[in-house]
């Protein structure tokens, strides 16, 4: 009995330290990604907001990949339509629902040697228009993220496209049907807004 306690205290510790672990480096990403933001400057990035961190959000995927998928012109905010495929198709279970998720490859960026293995994760959830962006939010990959046909996919590390912080500039892609979820992502950022 003794050795058994000693056991689960120990697994216990482990999954503290674990999850300490987990949170001190997602904040260190937002606080990165704050600092570095391409658009938000100044005393503006106080107003960038953000769900709290919830390793429930970091799921497990099982990715098909579809290398004969043909390319497509992506629907935006604006007049620009960039060329993508699918490069695969993740499904993974979150908050007891099973999900699929296309992931797509831009092919002018493939073109460019920093931005080759770049993939790209847009999705709507029920909280677009209400809490988050009405548009959608993105989640970057690359490749060599998908290994044995299994992706981590971390939705705290879901963020805004440009057009979330002004308008009328920006061709920002939109998610394509496949991409709506009919759940809620209480994870990654949120709407951004002045007035909070």
Request: glycine fraction near 6%.
């Amino acid at each position: 009995m003794k050795t058994i306690l000693t056991v689960l205290c120990f697994l216990l510790s482990f999954a503290a330290i674990s999850q300490k672990s987990y949170q001190d480096s997602l904040k260190k990403y937002l606080d990165n990604y704050v600092k570095e933001h391409g658009v938000v400057k100044g005393d503006d990035k106080k107003h960038l907001n953000f769900y709290p961190i919830s390793q429930q959000y970091k799921v497990t995927a099982k990715v098909e990949l579809t290398p004969n998928s043909t390319w497509f012109k992506m629907e935006t905010s604006g007049i620009l339509k960039p060329l993508y495929r699918v490069f695969g198709v993740a499904t993974f279970s979150i908050n007891g629902n099973e999900v699929k998720l296309n992931i797509y490859q831009n092919k002018h960026l493939m073109e460019k040697p920093e931005y080759a293995d770049h993939l790209f994760i847009p999705f709507t959830d029920v909280t677009s228009g209400v809490t988050t962006y009405e548009g959608g939010r993105y989640i970057d990959i690359i490749i060599q993220d998908i290994k044995n046909n299994t992706l981590n996919i971390d939705f705290n590390k879901a963020y805004n496209p440009y057009c979330a912080y002004v308008s009328g500039i920006y061709s920002c892609p939109i998610p394509p049907k496949e991409n709506r979820l009919t759940i809620s992502i209480e994870a990654g950022e949120k709407n951004y807004s002045k007035s909070h």
